[in-house]
Every structure is written in structure tokens, then in C-alpha cells.
């Protein structure tokens, strides 16, 4: 089974500009989350997506939104980008909600660099 | 898991020995947690997870253990390898608030000695 892809691998782009992320998950799973990792924060939490609903959300500006279509692919968009996003972007799908018992399979993620 | 500050622990072991690495979590209503491992320029690559009605679980050369008492997890590799080298996190399932339920703590840097 092929696992979480995440297209691109690397991104750069300058400050105001605005980026799109693109998430396949594993086949069959229809829960897709997304995590920003710094070297500072660690894993935070953005949003997760269940059969296309956004079911909760972290404490990010609006700025960052996501939407998952009915093949459970999703998609993440930053508009106006600023340097502070500069991370590692992380897509996690499941089989279930984060609330139950399954564990999350992540991709290789996106490096995304704003210069 | 819990905020271990900006520099991450490092644990440095000798190859063919065992290794442990610890996890605190902070709410004592969490019943569920995972351990990953990250290694350079991948994402995180679920190792194994326990449930809060157990206290061991093993897997394939690793074994975790819960002490919900003091709130403490924790992952032992045994006969550690190079290809173990990466960081290591742990995650607790914690209802509410706005971490999507999944609470990541920052990690610890396993190296492994040839």
C-alpha cells in the first residue's frame, strides 16, 4: 500500500506571496491532518479533515486554510507569507478521526522556505 | 507530550546496546499514546502505540511502557542499531483544546555508535 504523499518535496518563495500544499493519503483513509514542524515548536497542529468536513482546528491565523475533496485527497493554502512560515509541512492521514484509537501515518512532508 | 525547551535531549548509545528514551505528559486524562521516529529529511514513522488499560507493549525490538501514576512514558529499543539513529516522540491523545486531540512533545536525538 503506498503510503502519505506529499507534493512538493520543497518550496521556496518571498514574503507575500501565497503557497499551495498537496496531501495524498494512504488509500482507504479518509481522516487528513496537517502539522507544521519547527525546529523551535516542534509538531504543531493545523487543521484535520474528515470526509471533507474540517473537524478542529489549532491556533494558527486565518491565513492558513485547508479543504480535502470526496477522494480524501487535500489540499493546504498559506496566503500572504511571511518569513515565520518558513517549516516543514506535514500531512497525516488515518483511517479514523484523531479521536479514536489509530495512529497517524505522515508523509515526507513539504520544506517550504520564505525569503 | 510535553515541551522539552528549544534544544532536544540526545541520547548517545553503543551499537548492540539497549536504549531508552522517556516521555512526560501533562494530562492525566490521556488514554492514548504513540511513539514515532523521525529520521533526517522524512516525516515521522509510527514505531507503536499503547492504550491507557495497559502499562507494556511489545513490538519488534521495541517495548513501551506506561506509568500513568507519575504520567511517564517510555520507549526501550533493544540491541540498538545505526539505522536507529533519528528522533524520537512520543504523542498522547488529550481531548480538547486546539492540538487536534494529538499532543506532540519535542523529541529526543537517539545516536548510535558504530
Known amino acids: 500500500k503506498a503510503g502519505v504523499t506529499q507534493t512538493p518535496r520543497y518550496l521556496i518563495k518571498t514574503r507575500g506571496q501565497q503557497v499551495t500544499l498537496s496531501c495524498s493519503p494512504i488509500s482507504g483513509h479518509r481522516s487528513v491532518s496537517w502539522y507544521q514542524q519547527t525546529p523551535g515548536q516542534g509538531l504543531q497542529f493545523l487543521f484535520e479533515y474528515f470526509s471533507e468536513t474540517q473537524r478542529n482546528k489549532g491556533n494558527f491565523p486565518g491565513r492558513f486554510s485547508g479543504r480535502q475533496f470526496s477522494n480524501s485527497r487535500s489540499e493546504m493554502n498559506v496566503s500572504t507569507l511571511e518569513l515565520g512560515d518558513s517549516a516543514l509541512y506535514l500531512c497525516?492521514?488515518?483511517?479514523?478521526?484523531?479521536?479514536?484509537?489509530?495512529?497517524?501515518?505522515f508523509g515526507n512532508g513539504t520544506r517550504l522556505t520564505v525569503t | 507530550g510535553e515541551s522539552v525547551g528549544l534544544h532536544l535531549p540526545t541520547l548517545s548509545v553503543q551499537e548492540g546496546d539497549n536504549s531508552i528514551i522517556n516521555c512526560a505528559y501533562s494530562n492525566s486524562a490521556s488514554d492514548y499514546f504513540i511513539w514515532y521516529k523521525q529520521e533526517s529529511g522524512k516525516g515521522p514513522q509510527f514505531i507503536i502505540d499503547?492504550?491507557?488499560?495497559?502499562d507494556k507493549r511489545q513490538g519488534q525490538r521495541v517495548t513501551v511502557l506506561l506509568n500513568k501514576t507519575v504520567k511517564h512514558l517510555s520507549l526501550q529499543i533493544a540491541a540498538t542499531q545505526p539505522g536507529d539513529s533519528a528522533v524520537y516522540f512520543c504523542?498522547?491523545?488529550?481531548?480538547?483544546?486546539?492540538?487536534?486531540?494529538?499532543?506532540f512533545g519535542k523529541g529526543t536525538k537517539l545516536s548510535v555508535k558504530p
Open positions: 499503547i492504550r491507557s488499560n495497559m
Open positions: 497525516a492521514s488515518s483511517s479514523t478521526p484523531i479521536t479514536y484509537n489509530s495512529p497517524l501515518h
Open positions: 504523542a498522547d491523545r488529550n481531548y480538547g483544546g486546539s492540538q487536534g486531540n494529538l499532543i
